[in-house]
């Protein structure tokens, strides 16, 4: 029997001992199965009346039904016992694109990865990603990505007076205010960003999905070897019951 052949029915042997356990449990509780009696009459008297006899069959014994719970968890525990032994021998080399990450590992640890691995993949689907409406540079002294400058010119609105008309012989110059925007100065603006670029978490975002599929195959591959059948209900029985 292979490993994987081992897991897929476990579950079901483990299901059926469990009813069978609560089966022995309920009979164990029903006193009255394991009662019996034979009642007889015997009259002092030669000619006296002799009542009739009274009896009772004794239904279950306390020994079949601990061979009732033994033959339940039997298959089951040695079947436990198999696939336990055979998680400790049944190991896997993880290997990515002809890599190989990680020599030897275990099913469960196997397992464990993959959990693992998936809670990193939604990690690096929640980091922040350069905007790319912008031109982005890396400047390593910063640690972070920045903008080239963008230069804007900053006006102000300044208030001034000109002739609307001139003086004449019969009316003075008519003098109008009027508001003018000149320029103050010169804004330059250079933004910075601690996000990633897209094609950077594209690659992260590879290899996560990349090393995810190697465990899997890598379990697989460990689930498929053979195992050694082993033996454990019989012993631990023996012992418990032994007379």
Do not use: F, I, M
């Given at each position: 029997m292979k490993l994987n052949q081992l897991i897929a029915v476990l579950q079901s042997v483990k299901a059926n001992a469990s009813k069978g356990k609560t089966e022995v449990y309920q009979l164990s509780q029903?006193?009255?199965l394991f009662q019996g009696l034979s009642r007889t009459f015997q009259?002092?008297?030669e000619d006296g009346y002799i009542y009739p006899a009274e009896s009772q069959k004794l239904t279950l014994k306390a020994t079949e039904l601990i061979d009732k719970f033994v033959q339940s968890c039997?298959?089951?525990?040695d079947l436990a016992a198999t696939q336990d032994h055979a998680n400790t021998e049944a190991k896997a080399a993880i290997v990515v694109e002809g890599q190989t990450i990680l020599q030897d590992v275990p099913v469960s640890h196997l397992l464990f990865l993959e959990k693992q691995l998936q809670d990193v993949k939604t990690f690096i689907g929640s980091l922040p990603v350069l905007s790319i409406?912008?031109?982005?540079?890396?400047?390593?002294?910063?640690?972070?990505?920045?903008?080239?400058?963008?230069e804007t010119v900053k006006t102000k609105k300044i208030t001034d007076f000109v002739v609307a008309y001139d003086a004449t012989e019969h009316h003075p110059a008519q003098i109008k205010e009027v508001s003018k925007d000149v320029v103050e100065g010169t804004w330059s603006l250079i933004e910075f960003s601690g996000a990633?670029?897209?094609d950077r978490v594209n690659v992260l975002m590879r290899r996560v999905e990349l090393l995810q599929k190697a465990v899997v195959q890598?379990?697989?591959?460990a689930n498929s070897r053979e195992v050694q059948q082993r033996q454990a209900a019989s012993a631990i029985f023996s012992y418990l019951f032994a007379d």
């Open positions: 029903k006193t009255a009259s002092r008297e039997s298959e089951y525990l409406d912008k031109d982005w540079q890396h400047d390593s002294n910063r640690g972070c990505y920045v903008t080239s400058p963008k990633l670029p897209q890598a379990r697989e591959e």
